[in-house]
């Protein structure tokens, strides 16, 4: 069988030939070579409720799981109204400025956060019980501590999406 990364033509596709890829991934969302064990992986075409997107996105955060959560409200995004899409795009880029955090690409995490804040603030007030004023002022937090070089908790990483 010809290696998947190797040959163009034999890259995993959607129905619609979009690439995809099928690697397993670690808990930081890197790919694992073919055969490997790793972390469950979000479907593709995951449609969830709001309420139902959130609360699985906080239960992965919660599990130190922030690339994962990604993939959920990225489902959102790509899926949910067009006058949301900034506010789930907003979360994220949130979840994998976390991400970055984890793989130690404190430049990564530093642009991803920023387009966060961004989004996430002109958006303006948000449904679905979204804290967006506690979620900027931890990812303002988190980025002073990446300028002073301070280190992260796991509690710094697991930020609540909701109020309640």
């Known amino acids: 069988m010809a290696d998947p990364t190797q040959d163009e033509s034999a890259r995993d596709r959607d129905d619609d030939g979009r690439a995809r890829n099928a690697r397993p991934r670690d808990r930081f969302g890197r790919p694992l070579p073919f055969g490997s064990i790793g972390v469950p992986r979000i479907p593709d075409d995951l449609q969830l409720e709001p309420d139902e997107t959130l609360d699985y996105a906080q239960r992965l955060l919660d599990d130190g799981l922030p690339f994962n959560a ?3 409200l990225e489902a959102a995004w790509k899926q949910g109204p067009f006058a949301e899409r900034m506010l789930w795009q907003g979360l994220a880029q949130y979840a994998v400025g976390l991400t970055h955090i984890q793989r130690g690409n404190s430049k990564g995490a530093r642009t991803l956060l920023e387009r966060a804040i961004h989004r996430l603030t002109a958006f303006g007030p948000p449904p ?4 967006t004023p506690g979620l900027i002022a931890r990812a303002n937090a988190i980025l002073a501590a990446l ?5 992260l908790t796991d509690d710094d990483l697991s930020p609540r999406l909701r109020l309640r």
Do not use: A, L
């Open 147 to 151: 300028d002073q070089e301070k280190p």
């Open 70 to 72: 990604h993939e959920v």
């Open 128 to 131: 679905y019980d979204i804290d």
